[in-house]
């Protein structure tokens, strides 16, 4: 079976930390650029990093850039998220999606921000809820 399983979320203190990883089976993501996602109630999905499976060049929204870390261990056919410094408008569901050409994350950059279009992506997680409250 195919699929993205992301994993890590939670409910944290405002300057806290969570781990996020985004797990493959059924294919390999050593062909793939992965995206972090999140949606917030009552807001628009959001790009929040990427990293291309051609040279891990790496893509972060200007909210999260300096506090957020993304990285892949192809071992463990995995990319996580280490988000550090968490505020309370970080709380969202995060989701990890599979990009099979790299083409969004390498040009995420030029473009002002991540492809956040579902039918973009090979495949996406069923999300994973992070919140950040006192």
């Known amino acids: 079976q195919v699929q993205l399983v992301e994993s890590g979320g939670g409910l944290v203190q405002p300057g806290g930390s969570l781990r996020l990883s985004c797990t493959a089976s059924?294919?390999?993501?050593?062909?793939?650029?992965i995206g972090w996602f999140r949606q917030a109630p009552g807001k628009e999905r959001e790009g929040v990093s990427c990293?291309?499976?051609?040279?891990?060049?790496?893509y972060y929204t200007d909210s999260v850039k300096g506090r957020f870390t993304i990285s892949r261990d192809k071992a463990k056919s995995t990319v996580y998220l280490q988000m550090d410094s968490l505020q309370s408008d970080d709380t969202a569901v995060y989701y990890c999606?599979?990009?099979?050409?790299?083409?969004?994350?390498?040009?995420?950059?030029?473009?002002?921000?991540?492809?956040?279009?579902?039918?973009?992506?090979?495949?996406w997680g069923q999300g994973t809820q992070v919140t950040v409250s006192s």
């Open positions: 059924g294919f390999s993501l050593d062909y793939y650029a």
């Open positions: 990293i291309n499976n051609s040279d891990n060049n790496t």
């Open positions: 999606a599979a990009d099979q050409f790299g083409a969004y994350c390498r040009t995420a950059r030029v473009m002002g921000g991540m492809n956040t279009a579902s039918d973009k992506y090979a495949y």
